[in-house]
T-cell receptor
Framework: RKEVEQDPGPFNVPEGATVAFNCTYS??????FFWYRQDCRKEPKLLMS?????NEDGRFTAQLNRASQYISLLIRDSKLSDSATYLC???????????WGAGTKLIIKP | ETGVTQSPTHLIKTRGQQVTLRCSSQ?????VSWYQQALGQGPQFIFQ???????GRGNFPPRFSGLQFPNYSSELNVNALELDDSALYLC???????????FGQGTRLTVV
């Protein structure tokens, strides 16, 4: 079993729709959690950190459920520019040795 | 711009050769981590250097080795290249507070 699992997609979503991704992780001792965005053939870029209390950044909302060991990302009012691969990332310890999911591909259609 | 720079950006090598990839970390960052991202996969942790010492290693064979220099820049060396080593190699630097990892643009290695 992979340490971080995501649905690879692709998710084909019309512009303006709401889309949600989930991710599960296996190590209950994991300390911090992130969503990264990666455009084709580019490096990953931090989208947002994920907290148990939930956090929101504009159209993006992230949530962590430690009891069930899953992380979610919600994108509202999706834009064409949101098309990318979204990677779920877990930091097991305090030293940023990151464990990555394989990513979920999102395609926003006009 | 994250302030983390990697060189070269692209590289083609022949199976069996050796390669050295370089990473210049952001000013003040004393921790550098290397990741390998094969096509269609998430990045895989190779190893991390903290103040010139290896500080953790992922599931990679010994032919993957590294160095960190006193200015905290780093090298990743891969010996006896295999076709499966073809990937995007990412370097990330972190500050002493370990609050975030900042990624370079990556080196795309193709082994033929």
């Amino acid at each position: 079993r992979k340490e971080v699992e995501q649905d690879p997609g692709p998710f084909n979503v019309p512009e303006g729709a709401t889309v949600a991704f989930n991710c599960t992780y296996s190590n209950s001792a994991s300390q911090s959690f992130f969503w990264y965005r990666q455009d084709c053939r580019k490096e990953p870029k931090l989208l947002m950190s994920v907290y148990s209390s939930g956090n929101e950044d504009g159209r993006f909302t992230a949530q962590l459920n430690r009891a069930s060991q899953y992380i979610s990302l919600l994108i509202r009012d999706s834009k064409l520019s949101d098309s990318a691969t979204y990677l779920c990332v877990v930091n097991k310890g305090s030293n940023y040795q990151l464990i990555w999911g394989a990513g979920t591909k999102l395609i926003i259609k006009p | 711009e994250t302030g983390v720079t990697q060189s070269p950006t692209h590289l083609i090598k022949t199976r069996g050769q050796q390669v050295t990839l370089r990473c210049s970390s952001q000013s003040g960052h004393n921790t550098v981590s290397w990741y390998q991202q094969a096509l269609g996969q998430g990045p895989q942790f190779i190893f991390q250097y903290y103040r010139e010492e290896e500080n953790g290693r992922g599931n990679f064979p010994p032919r993957f080795s590294g160095l960190q220099f006193p200015n905290y820049s780093s090298e990743l060396n891969v010996n006896a290249l295999e076709l499966d080593d073809s990937a995007l190699y990412l370097c990330a630097s972190s500050p002493p507070t370990n609050t975030e990892a900042f990624f370079g643009q990556g080196t795309r290695l193709t082994v033929v």
